[in-house]
């Protein structure tokens, strides 16, 4: 009776009153159920006038940690066509672009010192007509980075930052401190707001890549990376590596291979000199594991795996911890190494599900890595399952339309066509990777490997029906488009992980058992014989 009696209190406050205005008077179980109410009611609009916040968003992702609350909330506005990710990027660019100001204007002299310069006006004319309404306009924007819809912060500020950043040749790598003592009480306050603002920053990023938000988490860390650092560096390091980590995690997914490289050397060194930042060098070096991985460099991608192990610490949270072992254990499956990715897998496991909850986006990740091993250790119907439990916590956390989702229905499907091959039966498994490839080439550049792994699976459906029809004339069309989509592999692989490469030998084989059953042996044996050329140099280095 008082739990009804309570949620249907809190039904009344979420439909009556002001949540922005309740939420300092409210203690964090409260105001999660508040939300929990609204989100169940479908009361968007007063959800969406809350978290467009981003105070009381950060708040929120806070509160409800390991919750499916703000993903219902996303998933349900995307439903009634508004885009929140959207709104949150222009939020956070908008801080970090005005954040920058008022760290250049901190670190400059102020109007006192100025007027007893000689100096030319020239100098003075970095600012903002708003703050100088006596003075030229601003300078024209000629920044040329992009951070949501090619449009650079300017945009989005009222003023080019820039410009300014230009002006005043500042590097990234070097704190501004101020350059007359009039301002040195601004100058704490900048400071202090700017790591405000990262921290926060770095949340809305881990809720876009939880959710799947590869290109809203990408704007958020560019605006981010570009404003100015200020004397609290040392504390702002983590935050600043962490963001670069992700960047990292980005740059790999988008087949980015050397701005990956770029990004993790130079985080590897901050790092190594930080004083509070050693223990995050575990989830750096997992990164660089997944990205040796994705350049089919297994030698490598194993060194970087062990190292990553090696620097797991208590320090680390149990959210990132998680997310190494997890990392290390699908490439631990991928390089044969079972008896590790066992012992790394069930660690995994536990943690996740106790940290997150059955139901949560980050659970269904470590379940999806779990279906990938069990189908290497030739348990297929267990990984079906598993499979299938994902995807069902991905289709009602993140929605169809989204990477995470496609990626889970990829791998479904290729579980499916190995279950169903003794039999040929394939309907499910062709269903679901049609599915994947289309969601895939809507979201993703034409160029990525992920829609390489669906055109290959599908060529492997097509292949198998055509064993399987009686009907000459539709088995020697499905053989013809299982060629051509597996060529389409072949130039695909060469173009993104290169030449001599296991994944593009692979793609080659394929193309010459095809050439094989269509009666055309020369051709299968020149395929078959580029298959060993590319694949021989990439076994000596495994």
């Not at 560019?222 to 590596?241: E, G, M």
């Not at 267990?382 to 339309?401: A, H, K, M, P, W």
């Amino acid at each position: 009776m008082i739990s009804r009696l309570y949620d249907l209190s809190s039904v009344a406050v979420v439909k009556n009153y002001n949540l922005s205005k309740l939420s300092d008077q409210l203690n964090g179980q409260v105001l999660a159920d508040l939300y929990k109410s609204g989100v169940r009611l479908g009361l968007v609009d007063v959800l969406w006038e809350h978290f467009s916040h981003l105070e009381y968003f950060c708040d929120a992702l806070d509160l409800c940690e390991n919750s499916t609350i703000l993903f219902e909330f996303v998933l349900l506005a995307e439903k009634q066509k508004k885009c929140f990710g959207d709104l949150l990027v222009k939020t956070v660019c908008r801080y970090a672009a005005l954040m920058t100001h008022q760290i250049l204007e901190a670190t400059s002299r102020c109007e006192r010192c100025l007027r007893h310069d000689d100096e030319d006006d020239d100098d003075v004319l970095m600012f903002p007509k708003s703050l100088y309404p006596d003075r030229e306009n601003s300078p024209v924007c000629d920044c040329s980075s992009t951070t949501l819809g090619g449009s650079c912060l300017c945009s989005l500020s009222g003023f080019c930052s820039g410009s300014v950043l230009a002006r005043r040749a500042v590097s990234p790598d070097i704190a501004l401190e101020p350059e007359c003592s009039h301002n040195s009480e601004k100058y704490d306050l900048v400071c202090t707001q700017l790591l405000v603002l990262l921290n926060r920053g770095y949340k809305v990023v881990e809720f876009f890549v939880e959710s799947g938000q590869i290109d809203n988490a990408r704007n958020v860390i560019t605006a981010l990376l570009q404003i100015p650092i200020t004397k609290n560096r040392v504390k702002a390091d983590c935050v600043l590596s962490l963001l670069n980590v992700r960047l990292l995690q980005i740059h790999t997914v988008d087949c980015k291979f050397f701005e990956g490289y770029q990004i993790f050397t130079r985080t590897r060194a901050r790092l190594k000199s930080s004083l509070y930042g050693s223990h995050l060098l575990a989830l750096l070096y997992g990164e660089e594991a997944s990205r040796m991985m994705a350049l089919c460099k297994h030698k490598s991608a194993i060194k970087w795996v062990q190292k990553a192990i090696k620097h797991v610490r208590k320090e680390l949270p149990t959210a990132l911890t998680i997310e190494v072992f997890r990392q290390c254990c699908k490439i631990c499956v991928a390089s044969k190494l079972f008896a590790e990715a066992k012992a790394l897998m069930m660690f995994s496991l536990k943690l996740s599900e106790e940290t997150h909850g059955a139901t949560h986006p980050c659970h269904a990740q470590t379940l999806l890595i779990y279906g990938f091993y069990l189908l290497n250790m030739s348990e297929i119907d267990e990984s079906v399952l598993v499979y299938r439990q994902c995807l069902d916590i991905f289709l009602n956390t993140l929605g169809d339309v989204n990477l995470k989702t496609a990626c889970a229905r990829q791998a479904l499907g290729l579980a499916l066509f190995i279950q169903g091959y003794n039999h040929y039966n394939f309907p499910e498994a062709l269903w679901q990777i049609e599915k994947s490839t289309q969601i895939l080439e809507n979201l993703l550049n034409s160029k990525h490997v992920f829609i390489a792994a669906s055109w290959r699976l599908k060529a492997l459906l097509l292949e198998g029906l055509a064993a399987n029809t009686e009907n000459e004339q539709v088995a020697l069309e499905n053989l013809k488009q299982a060629k051509k989509l597996y060529w389409a592999c072949v130039k695909m692989s060469r173009e993104i992980v290169g030449e001599m490469t296991v994944q593009t030998a692979r793609y080659y084989e394929h193309v010459g058992k095809v050439y094989r059953v269509l009666g055309k042996p020369h051709k299968a044996e020149d395929c078959l014989g580029a298959r060993r050329v590319h694949h021989e140099p990439c076994s000596r280095g495994r």
